[in-house]
């Protein structure tokens, strides 16, 4: 019997990414796997989701790693995690009200804070945010209809962990040929 090994990046108590190769050939360098991530001991993700291709994680964890400075807004110091998560999840995501031309104005604005909202099969059943305040990194998601969770990781910790997950998925590509 074939066991894969979890891999896990940091800690779930702070911060960690948990992860699973399942290698299934192919000539594109695509990994496919499990994964779901850690937040102060909160789960986003579904980790029994199986065969999940993992470069598209990758790739929306890779955009904010490039683009983490401008997640930073002040106006949002002053929001709850869960004022911030309904703010966000109405602008983008709600019914529009208002004149179609500042309704879109708003989403271009906003976009910028999805997280993992397509960010694969994984995170089909939540919708997450993330911003940047005072030097820490947070992360409000919600599951299906559930309510709003946040939880916030040093910046610091969270460039760490996703380097490192990052770093993993390219030598795992070159084991997919």
Not at 47 to 52: G, K, L, Q, S, Y
Not at 69 to 90: I, K
Not at 114 to 135: H, K, P, V
Request: charged share 20%; glycine share 6%.
């Amino acid at each position: 019997m074939n066991t894969l090994s979890i891999k896990q990046f940091g800690a779930p108590s702070v911060f960690a990414l948990e992860c699973v190769h399942e290698p299934i050939p192919n000539e594109n360098g695509w990994v496919f796997g499990r994964m779901c991530l850690w937040v102060s001991g909160l789960r986003l993700g579904n980790f029994d989701e199986p065969a999940c291709m993992l470069n598209v994680t990758a790739g929306q964890l890779q955009d904010v790693m490039d683009r983490l400075p401008d997640l930073q807004a002040p106006a949002f110091e002053r929001l709850t995690d869960a004022e911030l998560h309904r703010l966000l999840r109405q602008v983008l995501y709600g019914p529009c009200d208002g004149p179609h031309a500042e309704v879109l104005a708003d989403a271009q604005q906003y976009r910028r804070f999805e997280f993992l909202t397509n960010g694969g099969e994984s995170f089909d059943r939540f919708t997450s945010f993330i911003a940047l305040s005072n030097g820490q990194v947070r992360i409000l998601f919600t599951e299906l209809a559930s309510e709003p969770i946040g939880a916030h990781v040093d910046a610091t910790t969270f460039v760490a962990v996703v380097a490192a997950f990052l770093e993993w998925m390219r030598a795992e590509a070159v084991l997919t040929h």
